[in-house]
């Protein structure tokens, strides 16, 4: 046990010094003739909109403006420009961070970071906070500085980071708005403070945001031995309290419920209070069970002859297909054909996914025992 301990601090020391490291012009070339022939041996449709000699140019134009060895991070901001040239919204690149050992790891999930606890909307080129978990009264306020930069010159660097969709130009707002602090993590690293600096109405003033316990209580919390008061529930309540977890559980799960920003995915609702005027917001196609909450608000619907449904899909970035699919048909009047058949470049798409560095090994040891399965489908 030691052993294996030993050698997962040696792996993680190695990896951290690798990607806070220089590397050589020679390897960053590689790299990127290694990825611009895996988008080619791969992607059906690689130049739909951006012909191979523009893409050809811009990949031989990336390999001459490395003329010293730089690190993983400053690679990452040369190439992901040029692979968002490709116009495909689902192709991605990161740059790897630090990784932590188990220990360290323990430790941190006992804190969170306050930056990490709000919510950003970039409008009228300018950033502002719409929402916050920690500090609502910060709810409205512009940013004007984050550490030492301007928010503005930030998001300019992070939407030429950011890959669209053909000649698609809203994504990019609505994705700094929803990703933000994402954002800045893959572009900054790991941090235990900010300093950030606001405006809200006529006052500039400046808060340091730190890496604070989860579990921290106020003074008024803190009670002593002699004045603390411990109730035995009696087997009815424990039952009931359990029955009401259980519940709660079941409800969480149908809407789709969000611990880190503590709202659901999923919420039907009235408008008015003669009915109707429905309301379906929608923040995100992605966790839960969607079915029947969809089949629970659209019998309300028609039982009571609802004349009007609003369904609000503002922040909602999308998620499972199936689910989509499943709202369209209660909308649909007709049949249809929701997606297009796939288009692949190999007759075993799925397995160079499966198996690439950037798959973890779990997932490469479960891939393997059903490889007989993903190969036959």
């Not at 006052?203 to 921290?216: A, H, P």
């Not at 659209?298 to 499972?320: A, H, K, M, W």
């Not at 297909?321 to 209660?330: P, T, V």
Request: glycine share 4%.
């Amino acid at each position: 046990l030691l052993f294996l301990f030993v050698l997962s601090c040696k792996t993680v020391e190695k990896y951290n010094s690798q990607v806070a490291g220089l590397h050589s012009v020679e390897e960053l070339n590689e790299d990127v003739d290694a990825v611009y022939n895996q988008l080619k041996k791969h992607h059906p449709r690689l130049y739909q909109y951006t012909p191979k000699k523009i893409l050809d140019f811009k990949f031989d134009s990336l390999k001459t403006t490395i003329v010293d060895p730089i690190t993983s991070q400053e690679f990452f901001e040369k190439i992901a420009p040029v692979i968002k040239e490709v116009r495909q919204g689902h192709i991605s690149v990161s740059p790897p961070k630090k990784r932590f050992t188990k220990k360290e790891r323990k430790a941190l999930n006992k804190k969170k970071f306050e930056f990490y606890d709000f919510d950003f909307e970039y409008l009228d080129n300018a950033l502002w906070v719409s929402a916050s978990r920690s500090d609502s009264t910060l709810v409205g306020s512009q940013v004007l500085k984050i550490a030492d930069e301007s928010p503005i010159s930030l998001i300019d660097k992070y939407k030429s980071e950011i890959a669209s969709d053909g000649y698609n130009t809203t994504l990019y707002d609505r994705t700094i708005s929803k990703g933000f602090t994402g954002l800045y993590y893959r572009d900054k690293g790991f941090l235990d403070s900010l300093s950030v600096t606001f405006k809200l109405k006529d006052s500039v003033f400046t808060k340091t945001l730190r890496r604070i316990d989860k579990k921290k209580k106020s003074d008024s919390l803190v009670r002593s031995k002699d004045s603390a008061v411990i109730k035995r529930l009696t087997k009815a309540e424990k039952k009931q309290k359990k029955l009401a977890a259980k519940e709660t559980r079941k409800l969480n799960k149908k809407l789709g419920y969000v611990p880190s920003k503590k709202e659901y995915n999923r919420n039907f609702s009235f408008l008015d209070p003669e009915k109707t005027i429905a309301l379906l917001k929608i923040r995100s196609f992605t966790n839960g069970s969607y079915k029947d909450f969809y089949e629970e608000s659209f019998q309300t619907l028609d039982s009571l002859n609802v004349p009007y449904l609003v369904i609000d899909l503002r922040y909602n970035g999308g998620g499972r297909i199936s689910e989509i699919d499943y709202l369209y048909s209660y909308l649909a009047q007709y049949s249809f054909q929701f997606i297009n058949e796939s288009e692949v470049n190999s007759r075993l798409p799925f397995m160079p996914f499966l198996f690439s560095n950037g798959s973890t090994t779990g997932l490469k040891i479960v891939s393997g025992f059903l490889s007989p399965l993903i190969i036959t489908h």
